[in-house]
């Protein structure tokens, strides 16, 4: 049985950081959870909760003590800023003795990521999940008011993954050996398009939701009424468009890394059911 470790999990508000944490809780593993404004984060009962802001690595001190394993996010802010504060980070980590990180890439290249690929200080595992089954929830307002999605490039194909998978790798990488200098692609055990997503969601809120297929220019503009800013539309326009080989094809990691097969949409839609089902 694997030793019960304490680890520090920042951005542990995130879609991805709830997940590690409730993961390395399953584990039977100590759990410390960085938050900018402890007053407002909720976490199940276990999670010790402490202030800290990675884009200020100082504040991080304390977080780390008796710390063992860190996972890392890329970003830091309200703004999503791309964190320069890497060195200091680890420098802190090592002095903590941390003895593992996870970094969860953030689709590109990042400051923190390379400086945690170049320290030699540490056990590092790379984070690299393709689309997150999360992003569906999206479609609730439209599916709830209109019974519609309406997408683009409704062909597209996607290896989407569970959000709990990627805690799932995240916390064995942190917590166990054989994982140092690893590079995870994270994907789902099936390859879907957006018509066989929607048919998932409408089987598991058990009601009709029709698949509107919007052309290019329909897609931005409905973006640009949500207010994403430009270089994120652009980013969607790509992905989805022209989606690469990796973010359409099954990798095995999950089964690789926990032992256990990936969870399917299907799954993933049953547990979330209740938000496309129409309200009373």
Known sequence: MTQTQKILVTGATGTVGRQVVAELLARGHAVRALTRDAAKAVFPDGVEVVEGDLTDPGSLAPALEGIT??????????????????????????SAGVSRITVLHGGGPSPLEDAVRGDDGVSWTVLMPVEFMANALEWADGIQAAGEVREPFVAR?????????????????LTEEGHAGQEYVITGPEVLTVGDKVAAVAAAAGREIALVELTEEQAVAQWRAAFLPEDVIGFLLEAYGNTPEVGRTVSGTVEKVTGRPARTFAQWAGEHADVFRKQA
């Not at 890329?74 to 090592?94: K, Q, S």
């Open 157 to 173: 194909l996607s290896a989407m993954v569970h959000e709990g998978d990627i805690g799932a790798v995240a916390a064995v990488a």
């Open 69 to 94: 394993g860190l996972h890392l996010i890329t970003f830091g802010g309200a703004d999503l800023t791309p964190l320069e504060t890497g060195p200091r980070i680890l420098e802190l980590a090592r």
